[in-house]
C-alpha cells in the first residue's frame, strides 16, 4: 500500500536543510514526497529544488499562494497514495518516525488516523525560558493526547475525503484541528503511536511567540472552538491584577500578561473579522462539520 509523506512550508531558509536530512535518514522511506511552497520570498523554493534532485525517492514540488489547508490538500491531490503522512518544515521527525507514524494503518484496516508525540526543542536562551514558563509535553509521556496536530499524523484518503479534507475557509490557523475532530466526530479511528516522535522549533522570539498566540485564537474563533478556554484569557487580559492569584505568583508577569492578551485579542479579532463557515457547514455537539462530513455521519447513524 502506497504511503507519501506529503507536506507545505513557506518562508523556511533556515530550517528546510535540517528538515530534509531528518527524511532521507528514515529507517523506511515514503514512496513519495510531495510538498507545497506557499509562495516562499526567502530562497526556500530555490533550495528545496536543489535538494529534491538529490532524493533518493520521487518527489513533487509545487508553489502556489495559499494558505495551509489550500496547501495540505493540495499536496493530497498531487498524489494517488492510500497513506498519508504529515509533517511540517519548522518540525525535524526521529528516524523511526514514518515508519512508527503509517505502520499501525497498514497492520490494522480498522484504524482511519494516528497521532505521535511532538516535543518542543528548547535550543536558544528564549526556548529555553518558555520551556521553564511553558513546560509542554513531558518526552517521556505515553498519556493520550486529545487529537494530532499535522505536524506529526497520519491518516488514509478515504478519511480525508469522508470529511471534504482540510478547511481551506480557514484564514491563519486551526485547519489540523477543525480537520481531526472532524474525524474522530464521525467515527474514524484514532491510535497514538508514543514512539512516532516529532520535535519542533519553538519561536525564537517574544514578538514571534505572541503572534503564534494570536494566530492559534484567531483560527480557534473561526473554527468556533475553545470558548471557555479564551474566555479565561480573556478575563486576565482585562483584569491584569488576577495574575497575582496564579501558581507562579510574581513570576514573569508581563510575559505572561502578554499571552493571555494576545490570545484574547486574537479570539475576539477572529470572531468578529474572521471567516464564516461556507454554506452548508452545520455545527454538530460543538463541532463544525462540512457538508462531506455530515452526510459520513449521516450513513454511520
Known sequence: MKRTLIATLFNETDNVSRWWDCLKLQTVLPDEIVIVDGGSQDGT??????LAR?????????????????????AIQLTDAEILA?????????????DEITRPLLANPAL????????PLAETVFQKFLRQEEPGEDPESTA??????????AF???????????????TLAAEDLLFTHELKKVGKKYFFNPRAVVYWEERGTEQAFFKMFYRNAYGSAEAQFDWPYFRRRMIIALCPPLLLLSRHRFQYL???????????RGWLDGKWRGHHPPPGWKRVDGVLLSPEAQTCLAKND
Do not use: H
Open 254 to 264: 508581563k510575559f505572561r500578561y502578554l499571552k493571555n492578551y494576545s490570545s484574547a
Open 144 to 153: 493520550l493526547p486529545n487529537l494530532p496536530s499535522s505536524r506529526n499524523t
Open 156 to 170: 488514509r484518503r478515504q478519511a480525508w475525503q469522508d470529511v471534504g479534507g482540510y478547511p481551506e475557509w480557514l
Open 45 to 50: 523554493w530555490e533550495k528545496l529544488q536543489e
Open 54 to 74: 538529490q532524493s533518493s525517492v520521487p518527489v513533487k514540488l509545487e508553489q502556489r499562494r495559499c494558505n495551509i489547508a489550500q496547501g495540505r490538500n493540495r
Open 112 to 119: 482511519d488516523f494516528t497521532g505521535g508525540r511532538s516535543v
Open 86 to 98: 504529515a509533517t511540517d518544515a519548522g518540525s525535524f521527525p526521529e528516524r523511526e518516525w514514518f
